[in-house]
């Protein structure tokens, strides 16, 4: 079946520091990955996403690309702001009309000034 | 344009009892979905539908039932419920593959629930 493996949190960083996440999957056929972020208290926000191979997704200064020969969608930032703080998680949907998603377990993000 | 909603924001319920939680879109989406939210487990999905009249179970069903009466609305249901359900639950809705973006799923803000 479908899964997504993202790295293991929390991650704490200073301001202005450069952030990776990690995050592979596995799945038949060419799904389309996402990534989502949420706040504290609220709900999740679609943060940006890629349909097929070699999109690069992005969005607020966040770059993902879908890489299929190592099924990877690692999210990156070059300078992360204490209002970044935050879960992120990773999903795919499988693709050929099927849209449900499955979801890594999130990575928490702490930025401190 | 509210977008998707969520009733109640927060609950405390006794084991045994029951309770509904609402979810409302207001972007005319065909697919609705709820979800449960728990620590370093992500989130999984419980039930889905499809339409109006329609659902489906997802990857977590037991102990919950659902009804899409009305397309706006997706309600989910605890017969009885269990301190295993204690957890944070969230709607989403989209639209149908035959519109833009088809695969983004639109978030509620989250009911959290707490069962003794």
């Known amino acids: 079946g479908n899964s997504v493996t993202q790295m293991e949190g929390p991650v704490t960083l200073s301001e202005e520091a450069f952030l990776t996440i990690n995050c592979t999957y596995t799945?038949?056929?060419?799904?389309?990955l996402f990534w989502y972020v949420q706040y504290p208290g609220e709900g999740l926000q679609l943060l940006l996403k890629?349909?097929?191979?070699?999109d690069k997704g992005s969005n607020k200064g966040f770059e993902a690309t879908y890489r299929k020969e190592t099924t990877s969608f690692h999210l990156e930032k070059g300078s992360v702001q204490v209002s970044d703080s935050a879960v992120y998680f990773c999903a795919l949907s499988p693709g050929a009309g099927s849209y449900q998603l499955t979801f890594g377990k999130g990575t928490k993000l702490s930025v401190i000034p | 344009n509210a977008g998707v909603t969520q009733t109640p924001k927060f609950r405390v319920l006794k084991t045994g009892q029951s309770m509904t939680l609402l979810c409302a879109q207001d972007m005319n989406h065909e697919y609705m979905y709820w979800y449960r939210q728990d620590p370093g487990m992500g989130l999984r999905l419980i039930h889905y539908?499809?339409?109006?009249?329609?659902?489906a179970k997802g990857e977590v069903p037991d102990g919950y039932n659902v009804s899409r009466l009305k397309k706006q609305n997706f309600l989910l249901g605890l017969e009885s419920a269990a301190p295993s359900q204690t957890s944070v639950y969230f709607c989403?809705?989209?639209?149908?593959?035959?519109?833009?973006?088809?695969?983004?799923?639109?978030f509620g803000p989250g009911t959290r629930l707490l069962v003794l």
């Open positions: 799945a038949t056929g060419y799904p389309s």
């Open positions: 890629a349909t097929k191979a070699d």
């Open positions: 989403a809705s989209r639209r149908s593959s035959g519109g833009p973006s088809p695969e983004t799923q639109y």
């Open positions: 539908s499809v339409g109006e009249g329609t659902t």
